[in-house]
């Protein structure tokens, strides 16, 4: 088995343990993509979810969110959502299995290193592993969707929504790499708005 076929088989069993979108309200699968200790050589993907109700109780505060971040910002996502339900990659307490293919396979393509390593080739490997499994993460999901995996456990399609804790603004193009348009236009409404702020002039000074 190859460490992709590990990750696929793994987020697999991990929607299996998901309630039903339809009599949870769950609107969105999660992939917050991180490493352990933040070495590259150790990434790791943590499997989750968010659901309406999460969703209405934030909208409900006192001092809300604006809509779309209370739906889609981690910032705002219960432990099922940011924490995941399960996390699978080269995490040795979690998946130790992963761990050891994926370490087998980077030191296989000679992306591997020591502590001990040049900084400038530690750097330069680092860059790779860290680019691969952004990746894998997005075949991963998209294998999801095409093998019809999301709508059997769940009971209808939703989004993948990816997270780069090191990196969040690379959340948008992950997950529109990894979803059918349909799906993640909601999610993806949230860089168009960005964009338009950024163009929009500011004000004239008094006005």
């Known amino acids: 088995m190859t460490f992709r076929q590990h990750m696929r088989q793994l987020a697999v069993n991990a929607l299996a343990e998901f309630p039903d979108a339809a009599e949870s309200g769950l609107y969105t699968v999660t992939f917050r993509i991180d490493s352990v200790d933040q070495d590259p050589r150790f990434p790791c993907l943590a499997l989750g979810y968010n659901t ?10 006192p001092n809300p969110p604006e809509p779309w971040e209370a739906r889609w910002n981690y910032a705002y996502f219960p432990p099922s959502g940011l924490e995941g339900v399960r996390v699978i990659g080269h995490d040795e307490e979690h998946d130790p299995h992963g761990a050891a293919l994926h370490r087998q396979e980077a030191a296989a393509n000679g992306l591997w290193y020591e502590d001990d390593a040049p900084q400038h080739l530690q750097d330069e490997r680092a860059e790779l592993l860290d680019a691969e499994f952004h990746q894998l993460c997005v075949e991963v999901a998209r294998q999801l969707h095409a093998d019809g995996d999301l709508v059997r456990a769940l009971g209808r399609p939703v989004p993948v929504i990816l997270y780069d804790m090191f990196d969040p603004e690379a959340m948008f193009a992950l997950t529109r790499a990894a979803n059918p348009p349909e799906l993640a236009a909601d999610f993806l409404s949230g860089q168009e708005a960005d964009e338009q702020a950024a ?6 000074p008094g006005v």
């Open 52 to 61: 309406e109700a999460e969703v209405a109780r934030l909208l409900a505060e």
């Open 199 to 204: 163009e929009e002039p500011a004000p004239e």
